[in-house]
């Protein structure tokens, strides 16, 4: 094939902006042939929008039109898994929104269908691509800096509004969502904390649900982790905050990162700080050290249309994806890790009980609520 016939599930918030990014030529190895919503307001959208491509009011009526050779899945969580699947028996390449799905469980079923049907399955994780997050990932590869001592993110700069939870019945519940901000804003800095840092072996997490809007899955989150080697680390989030704060500090044995403001800056010690700790005679003496600088990274951050044309490549030409369906398991455990320490009411270790998570996920979703008489609206934001 010359380019990869895409069909989207999916054409709400998430779905219409990829369909735009195809429509407008900056993928140019896929051509978007058909697209599915099972909301006739969102497909009418589509017949507007988007000339020459096929609408379906089912997914399935979509894959099994011969239109298409992949599916970008793009819809509630809990169908991710459900579409991808789907798919994938049907010989059909995927490429799914984050998150990959709700609990970890489920990911790793797909990961080996997609392996046993021999498709390509790849995870929207469009961060991956920044130039600043890809050179905090090349210097902490290299080892330059040292073992890692601290790991601190605060991200609250995810505000949102009533309205926006309002604008969809299964928007911040748990039978629709199984999550609030871990599950829809945060899946990105998750898996680029554990991309960048690894993973931790032990989560205590404190979660507030519905403390700034009327939801019930939570909108306020500050964990505390421990990695293999004695590091510690937090992670802070909200879509409470205004203005919020995007800082991701990494502090090692020989110097430090920060990313904040869309610049990455370095300090670099001439002397392991462990080594100097108990060697330096004076006793409020730093090590030498050079920095602040800010680091020249090349730029470049393509974003979704980055990821979409890795995905074309990978199926065209067996170029690597930005991130393969394996990859939507870390960061996911991560946080399914947050929600269970918040469920139990204390630290656990990392990889959590899948059988434990998936319990105390279904007793929320048993007394969950959805809201009545929303009507979903069409935007392109996340």
């Not at 819809?75 to 799905?101: C, D, F, I, S, W």
């Not at 700069?157 to 969502?177: C, F, I, K, L, V």
């Not at 409020?284 to 020249?296: I, K, N, Q, T, Y």
């Amino acid at each position: 094939m010359e380019t990869v016939r895409l069909g989207i599930i999916g054409v709400g918030n998430m779905g219409s902006g990829h369909a735009n990014n195809i429509k407008a030529g900056k993928c140019p190895e896929i051509t978007l042939t058909a697209v599915a919503d099972i909301n006739p307001a969102r497909l009418d959208w589509a017949k507007e929008n988007l000339p020459g491509v096929t609408c379906f009011d089912t997914a399935e009526a979509m894959m099994d039109s011969g239109l298409v050779d992949a599916v970008l899945v793009a819809v509630p969580h809990y169908n991710h898994p459900t579409y991808a699947m789907a798919a994938m028996r049907r010989g059909l390449h995927v490429m799914v929104e984050k998150p990959a799905g709700v609990y970890t469980k489920q990911v790793r079923e797909m990961n080996e269908l997609a392996k046993e049907c021999n498709v390509t399955f790849g995870m929207m994780f469009n961060q991956r691509t920044d130039h600043v997050y890809r050179k905090m990932k090349e210097i902490m590869d290299s080892g330059e800096l040292g073992a890692i001592k601290r790991t601190n993110w605060i991200i609250t700069d995810w505000y949102r509004t009533q309205s926006y939870y309002d604008s969809g019945a299964w928007r911040a519940t748990w039978s629709g969502e199984g999550g609030g901000v871990l599950l829809n804003q945060c899946p990105h800095q998750l898996d680029l904390f554990q991309w960048i840092c690894g993973l931790p072996v032990k989560v205590d997490a404190h979660l507030h649900f519905g403390k700034w809007h009327d939801i019930e899955v939570e909108d306020d989150v500050t964990a505390y982790l421990e990695y293999e080697n004695g590091a510690t680390g937090c992670f802070i989030t909200t879509t409470g905050d205004a203005p919020g704060s995007n800082r991701f500090e990494i502090d090692c044995e020989k110097g430090k990162l920060v990313s904040e403001g869309g610049k990455l800056t370095m300090w670099k010690l001439e002397v392991n700080e462990r080594e100097w700790c108990r060697t330096a005679e004076l006793g409020f003496a730093l090590p030498p050290m050079e920095g602040p600088f800010e680091v020249e990274t090349d730029g470049k951050s393509e974003q979704h249309v980055g990821v979409l044309n890795a995905f074309a490549g990978n199926i065209l030409h067996g170029t690597p994806l930005i991130a393969d369906g394996t990859e939507g398991i870390r960061g996911l455990s991560l946080s399914n890790a947050m929600h269970l320490s918040a469920f139990l009411g204390k630290p656990v270790e990392l990889p959590v009980d899948e059988d434990v998570y998936y319990n105390e996920l279904m007793k929320r979703v048993a007394t969950s609520r959805r809201k009545a008489d929303v009507e979903a609206k069409v935007e392109i934001q996340g």
